[in-house]
């Protein structure tokens, strides 16, 4: 099942869920479009299988960030994580969207592109995985999934991904 059956079954489920979410996606993207201009979709770096970097859809649910990249500087960081809820640039739009997450729908595509599957380790932003040195951790040892361990257990924490990557191990140890 691992070596064929996944994969089938994540192509047939991620292909029929597109077809049927069609329509919604397309409303979605409208929206956004006119809330927020062009680039709706966008591709996040994500660590996934082996380490490696692939490029993670996602529906865009914040306005443009005005830091080009991440620098040095004296003083504190009003953000604290690369994801939190009250953020400013946030849109009551993206609020929503991220609410129900289907900002994540997007990520059938990935799944469809074998990048990513169904089920699996909740795949983290690399230059997280990179500042915290855990390109090797054994949850790369899978695929990522759009749905995992931690999504349905350790999410409602609150904590972030970075600092649960443990949770999936459970969900390692049955595949």
Known sequence: YESHGKRALDVVVAG????????????????????????VVITQDRVGLGGQTFGMYKFRTMR????????????????????????????????????LSLDELPQLVNV????????????????VMDRIGQR?????????GMTGEWQVTGRQSGA??????DADIPYLSRV
Do not use: N, Y
């Not at 469809?112 to 230059?127: D, N």
């Not at 090797?136 to 990522?144: F, G, I, L, Q, T």
């Open 64 to 99: 443009w960030s005005r830091r080009i990249a991440e620098r040095p500087f004296d003083g504190e960081d009003r953000r604290q994580s690369h994801k939190v809820d009250h953020d400013p640039r946030h849109t009551p739009l993206g609020r929503t969207l991220r609410k």
């Open 112 to 127: 469809l592109e074998g990048t990513m599957t169904l089920v699996g380790p909740r795949p983290e932003m690399a230059i």
């Open 16 to 39: 029929s869920v597109l077809v049927a979410l069609a329509p919604l996606m397309a409303v979605i993207w409208v929206a956004l479009r006119l809330t927020l201009g062009r680039d």
């Open 136 to 144: 090797d951790h054994v949850r790369h040892s899978v695929k990522p």
């Open 160 to 165: 972030p991904l970075h600092e649960c990557l």
